[in-house]
Each structure stands twice: as C-alpha cells, then as structure tokens.
C-alpha cells in the first residue's frame, strides 16, 4: 500500500511540474527557465555544414528510394572506427550534430543517415524500410571509407536514441558499441505521456503508426524497442550503454522510466534470475519523486550519478541532468578501447 501512496504522489508531481523542453540542465532554484524556443536536442533548424563533410546518396534495396547522409571519411591510410549518428525525432540528416565536429577532430569516420526523416509517416518511426537505411548507410561507409569494421559504433540522444535502441535490436550489422541517450522505448507510454504535457509528439505518433483518433497499439508496440525480440547472435560481445538525465519526462519530454524500462527487458529476456541486477521498483519510485542520487556513486561529464546497474555488456546510467547528450564524454567513450 505504501508503494502505491508514493507512485501516485509521484504520478501528481509529475503533472504539477512546470515542463520546459529546452533546458540542457536542471533548472535550480535561482535560476529562470531558458527562452530559446526550439528543443535542444530536437532542434530542425536549416545549418551549414563543414566542407569536410559530403552528401552522400544510397538507393534503397527495399524500395529504390534514394536516402542521403552527411558523410566524413578519415583522413589516416590504416582503418579507422566508424561512428554512425542518428538524427532525432524531428530531424533529419541535416540536422545540427555536436557529434561531426568531435569526429572530424579525432579523424575517425562518420556518417549521419537520413532514414526517411522525421517521425511523421508510417514509412519513419523505426519501421522496416528505416532500419534497413541505417543498416544501407553502414554498408555505404564501409565500403567507401578506411573503416575497422571491428569498431562501428552507432550513438543517438532523443529519438535517435530510439533509433539506437532499435538498431541494437534490428540491425544486420555486427555492431561493437551503442550510446543510447534520453531515448523512447515504448511508443504507447509515450504517447499517453506527451498527450499530458500537450506537446507534439502525441499527434507524431498517431501518425507514424497509422492510426486515426486513437492509437493503434498494435502498430505501436511494433515499433517500440520495448517490444521486440532480442537481437540473437548479432550482438554477441555487443556493448550498450543507456544514458538518462533524472529531470528528463519533467523539464524534458521523455520520462526516465523508458530507459529503466529497457534495460530491464534485456535483463528478462536473458532470464536473469538475481532481482539485485534489475532497477527495483522502490528504486523508480525513489528516483522519480526526489530526483536525486542515490548514494555516492561518482561523476559522468562532470554530473553526478543517480543509479549505475551494470550487467555484463549492458550498462545503465541516470545522472545529474534533463533530455540530452553529453557529446564529447559519449564519443569518447565509444573510442575508448
């Protein structure tokens, strides 16, 4: 009974909490919610890119359309890693990424697919033909660039962290590392979650998943990473981190319940008998109503930890922070051998 008072007075924190999309910190207590009127993290605004960086073009093997990545090879003669960005929910592969500039300072090769832009279509959304574009921009890169096809890495934050969670269940590709950030796991909480913050991405998601005045649950868990069978061989030796920042679903639009959620299922489908491996509901409900670490459990970029639960090559962090990407520690972290 006690659980159940605490996860309603949770649940009534939730909705009384001023929501600001876009904070890239918390906002404390003497100081006011920034004006910039675009989301960080899901920012679509028009941006020039480095001349370093190419257009490139792939046809489709599923249906001959042509998709297009900005793309960086390196400049070394030996076999460089290849770091594959995803752009976010609204976006596209023209949209701003902290991430190009990181990799063309390490001279590592990059490339950021537009898999059939932003999440508004059937044809978006983690759906057959857009996976089968990040996998079709993979091969591009290999097969264009000095790549170690021993460390391809693909990182996201938002959606395209929802993009990474479904590559890491979908993808063709032997994969070494994902970096999952502020991402969405499960289309039919988050709908309901976004129809309560009045935002966007409600009606997005009636969109992408073809429903009308209500949503086609079946076609959202369909493409819900949440919801898909586990990845099999692919990942073998696999490393996936998951990354949330504990303001995110308040002062951000995706609630930190969607990475808890995932790296629990990946728990459950291994049949991991040992509860203490998994996040324990008194540990959501403890995170979700004071917002703050859980014990000293050290710094990620300078931010404190609020949980760290590691499970062989699968490894979730909730730290000090709101809907974003610790750019420069998440690069390096994929290239850190």
Not at 4 to 26: D, G, M, R
Not at 183 to 206: Q, R, V
Request: aromatic letters at 10%; proline letters at 3%; glycine letters at 6%.
């Amino acid at each position: 009974m006690k659980a159940l008072v605490k996860f309603f007075l949770c649940f009534l924190i939730l909705l009384t909490h001023e929501t600001s999309y876009a904070q890239t910190k918390p906002i404390l207590a003497d100081e006011k919610p920034s004006e910039e009127s675009y989301i960080k993290f899901d920012d679509t605004r028009n941006i020039t890119w480095p001349a370093d960086f190419k257009v490139v073009e792939n046809v489709s093997g599923m249906d001959q359309s042509v998709q297009k990545s900005y793309f960086y090879k390196t400049k070394s003669a030996e076999p460089k890693p290849l770091i594959v960005s995803l752009h976010t929910w609204s976006g596209d592969y023209t949209q701003k990424d902290d991430v190009a500039a990181i990799c063309k300072e390490k001279d590592v090769n990059y490339i950021h697919p537009d898999f059939r832009g932003a999440n508004v279509i059937t044809s978006a959304c983690c759906s057959e033909l857009a996976l089968a574009d990040i996998d079709d921009a993979i091969s591009y890169a290999i097969k264009n660039a000095k790549v170690d096809t021993a460390k391809i890495y693909v990182i996201g934050v938002s959606g395209g962290g929802y993009a990474t969670l479904a590559t890491f269940m979908k993808s063709k590709h032997r994969i070494r590392k994902f970096s999952v950030w502020a991402s969405i796991s499960d289309l039919t909480a988050w709908y309901h979650e976004s129809t309560i913050l009045g935002n966007k991405y409600a009606k997005n998601i009636l969109n992408c998943t073809g429903s009308q005045s209500e949503l086609n649950v079946k076609n959202a868990r369909y493409k819900s990473p949440l919801y898909m069978p586990g990845p099999g061989k692919n990942r073998e030796g696999a490393t996936l981190y998951i990354f949330a920042g504990i303001y995110d679903g308040i002062q951000g639009s995706v609630p930190i319940t969607h990475s808890i959620n995932f790296y629990n299922k990946l728990l459950t489908d291994l049949s991991v008998a040992d509860k203490s491996q998994y996040v324990s509901d008194a540990e959501k409900l403890n995170l979700l109503e004071f917002r703050r670490p859980l014990g000293a459990l050290g710094t990620i970029g300078g931010r404190k930890i609020c949980l760290q639960k590691e499970y062989e090559n699968f490894k979730l962090t909730i730290f000090e922070g709101n809907h974003e990407m610790l750019s420069t520690f998440a690069v390096e972290q994929l290239l850190d051998q």
